[in-house]
């Protein structure tokens, strides 16, 4: 619909100008507003996709904090897989006695 845009008459499809007012129509008023909601678009679909980015790096980053952190538990509890020679109990790495059995495990 084309309505005049000085008065706001409505206006036939046709008219060059408003029956009521005598001001220039401009016709396709309504789709002049398109190409703001195709930038508005596209904005969307450049945030979606620095979003996605964002969080493919976050997925990422979270993945290799976990793999380190996995990994300093390992190591952890490898230091502390020492197995007493007379009774096999697990002692920590730094241990002098089982705590188990009382044996000495460091030979110094
Ligand atoms: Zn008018
Ligand atoms: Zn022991």
Known sequence: MVYCSNCGEKLPETANF?????VKAFKNVETAAQPVS?????????????????????AKEISAAFQTVS????SSLQRELLACPSCGAKNPSDAVFCHKCGKRIKSE
């Open 38 to 58: 195709t930038e508005l678009k596209d904005a969307f679909n450049k945030m979606s996709q620095e979003l996605e980015k964002a969080f493919e790096i976050a």
């Open 71 to 74: 990994e300093n538990i390992k």
């Open 18 to 22: 408003c029956p009521k007012c005598g």
